[in-house]
C-alpha cells in the first residue's frame, strides 16, 4: 500500500509540474498586458455578441496560465462553460504577421474577425489596418499563420 501511495504521489506531481511548464509556455506567448491580462483587457466573450468591450477585474477568470477580464457576470459564465472556444487566435498576436513571418506584433482590440467560431485580432495603428490586408488573402494567410504558430511559438 505504501508504494502504491508513492507512486500515485509522484504522478500527481509530475502531473502537476506538467500542467504548470504548459501554463509558463501558454503565458509566454500570448499577448499580455503589462498587468498580465489576455486581449487587452477586453472582454473576450463580447466579441461573439458582436460588440467588443473592455472588461473588468470585478469579473475575472484564471485559464491555463492566462487571465481574462469580462464585462458581467453572464459573459463570465459563458466563457467558464468552453474557455478554448473564445480564446483569440495566436495567443491575441497580430494574426496577419503570424500569417506572413510569424513576428509578434501588437493588436488593436477592436479590429478584429471571427472567423469559423474563432477570435482573430489585428494590428490597427498609424495607417495599417492589418485586417484589410488579412482578408485580401485570409486563406492563405491562416494556413501560414497556423504553421507559424506551431512552430514558432509552441
Known amino acids: ?15 502537476t509540474m506538467a500542467q504548470s511548464s504548459e501554463n509558463a509556455q501558454r503565458k509566454r506567448n500570448f499577448n499580455l498586458t ?4 489576455a486581449a487587452r483587457e477586453f472582454d473576450v466573450v463580447s466579441y461573439f455578441k458582436g460588440k467588443p468591450a473592455k472588461g473588468t ?8 496560465g492566462i487571465t481574462y477580464y469580462f464585462v458581467n457576470q453572464e459573459n463570465l459564465d459563458e466563457f467558464k462553460k468552453s474557455p478554448a472556444k473564445y480564446e483569440p487566435a495566436y495567443g491575441g ?25 474563432r477570435l482573430y485580432l489585428f494590428h490597427n495603428f ?16 491562416k494556413a501560414t499563420a497556423d504553421k507559424n504558430w506551431i512552430k514558432k511559438m509552441h
Not at 497580430?94 to 482590440?109: E, F, L, W
Request: glycine share 8%; charged share 25%; proline share 1%.
Open 1 to 15: 500500500m505504501k508504494t502504491f501511495l508513492t507512486i500515485l504521489m509522484a504522478c500527481i506531481s509530475l502531473t
Open 34 to 37: 503589462d498587468n498580465g491580462i
Open 57 to 64: 477585474d470585478k469579473f475575472e477568470e484564471y485559464y491555463k
Open 93 to 117: 498576436w497580430d494574426a496577419y504577421s503570424i500569417g506572413v513571418d510569424g513576428q509578434r506584433v501588437k493588436v488593436d482590440p477592436s479590429t478584429y474577425k471571427i472567423v469559423d467560431g
Open 126 to 141: 498609424n495607417g495599417k489596418n492589418h485586417l484589410v490586408a488579412w482578408n485580401k488573402n485570409e486563406a492563405k494567410l
